[in-house]
């Protein structure tokens, strides 16, 4: 049994930020298991290497499977991507989690922080390509939902629904 919760979370909502300030929660960058990524890939930014040309891993979604089941044994938050393919995979597993995602009107938003944080212009095509279909897709699941409401960010929400305390932020 493990003893962390899973939130599946949308890009630009502040996943990495909450893994950098907390010693309790972990951000599984799905890059790392989506892709087969070469030695200078890997010695890039991860935000920079989500604008470049990738090899799809064959492994995937279940080596992202498998990495998130050992860290929700570890961590008290494990954060993962939101995707259709996730979700799959976790629901094939019975793995149960949360999805956090920007409220409709926040197309903008998100784009500016993708922006501000180095992501490319590719990526930024690909955000503002599913951004609209992800969440309409997503506010439909029967899965528990949080919604993220203009100039929140994911520490504001989880700390509003009790599920983070700030005393857990790192020395």
């Not at 290497?49 to 995937?60: D, L, W």
Request: aromatic content about 8%; overall charge neutral; charged content about 30%.
């Amino acid at each position: 049994m493990s003893k962390g919760i899973l939130l599946l979370v949308l890009a630009g909502v502040g996943k990495s930020h909450l893994d950098q300030r907390y010693d309790n929660v972990i951000d599984i960058e799905s890059s790392y298991y989506n892709y087969l990524l070469t030695k200078e890939q890997l010695a890039m930014d991860i935000e920079h290497i989500k604008g470049t040309k990738r090899v799809t891993n064959p492994e995937f979604p279940k080596n992202y499977v498998k990495a998130i089941k050992e860290a929700l044994n570890k961590y008290d938050i494990v954060t993962a991507a939101l995707s259709v393919k996730v979700a799959n995979a976790l629901d094939e597993e019975k793995i149960d989690y949360m999805v956090v995602y920007p409220h409709l009107d926040m197309e903008e938003e998100i784009v500016e922080r993708c922006i501000k944080r180095g992501n490319t212009e590719e990526f930024i095509v690909k955000i503002r390509r599913w951004y609209k279909t992800n969440i309409e897709y997503f506010s439909k699941t029967d899965k528990p939902k949080i919604v993220v409401q203009k100039g929140e960010y994911l520490e504001d929400v989880l700390i509003r629904h009790g599920l983070l305390e700030k005393v857990a932020v790192k020395g």
